[in-house]
């Protein structure tokens, strides 16, 4: 089994749809972070949390929002999905001074 | 602001030649810096670090090499295969920060 697991794996939704993207870890690691991948632009950090009390935006929060359910799991949410928000979602955790992350498989989200 | 570059090109190469990737960075001081691999529809998977005060790290046919004064990063693959074809992405670690910030990426397709 992966040890971060995203699900949905695929989705489609219409625009004004309010989505979830959930995450879950089995590494014990405290921090968790979600990115969004467009082409051409690289991973970009949407939100992140180093435990479950402490969530901070990231470079492109805007549209997005968070919960850290425990501290396994770390959902995305958008409340209102919009057609510029489709993309390649990833989740990652990491742990110790050397901050290396560990990806799940992605989410790859349409909005149409 | 912070930017970090890498080969824009895809890069194609023949088996058993080495692979140079390029990760060019301005406005940071990094900690270190880490290279992932990510293969289509999948989460990017981390292959090696290097610490700001490391001139050069080894990892099987893998090579990385970090210079601060230049703000750049090589990455090398040495006899490379058909299945070293993937995209590579060069990710920085302000210090402190716990946060990594990507590069867009290189995609390198070895022909055998």
């Known amino acids: 089994d992966a040890d971060v697991t995203q699900t949905p794996r695929n989705r489609i939704t219409k625009t004004g749809k309010r989505i979830m993207l959930e995450c879950s870890q089995t590494k014990g690691h405290d921090r968790m972070y979600w990115y969004r991948q467009d082409p051409g632009l690289g991973l970009r950090l949407i939100y992140y949390?180093?435990?479950?009390?402490?969530?901070n935006k990231g470079e492109i929060s805007d549209g997005y929002s968070v919960s850290r359910q425990a501290q396994a799991k770390f959902s995305l949410s958008l409340e209102s999905a919009i057609p510029n928000q489709t993309a390649l979602y990833f989740c990652?955790?990491?742990?110790?001074?050397?901050?290396?992350?560990?990806f799940g498989a992605g989410t790859r989200l349409s909005v149409l | 602001s912070q930017k970090i570059e890498q080969n824009s090109e895809a890069l194609n190469i023949q088996e058993g030649k080495t692979a140079t990737l390029t990760c060019n960075y301005t406005n940071y001081s990094p900690a270190y810096l880490q290279w992932y691999r990510q293969d289509p529809g999948r989460g990017p998977v981390f292959l090696l670090l290097i610490r700001e005060n490391e001139k050069e790290k080894r990892k099987e046919r893998l090579k990385v090499t970090f210079d601060t004064t230049l703000k750049q990063s090589l990455f090398h693959i040495t006899a490379s295969q058909p299945a070293d074809s993937a995209t590579y992405l060069c990710?920085?670690?302000?210090?402190?920060?716990?946060?990594?910030?990507f590069g867009a990426g290189t995609t390198v397709t070895v022909r055998a």
């Open positions: 990652a955790t990491s742990e110790g001074g050397q901050n290396i992350q560990y």
């Open positions: 990710a920085l670690d302000l210090i402190g920060d716990y946060k990594l910030s």
């Open positions: 949390s180093f435990d479950v009390k402490d969530i």
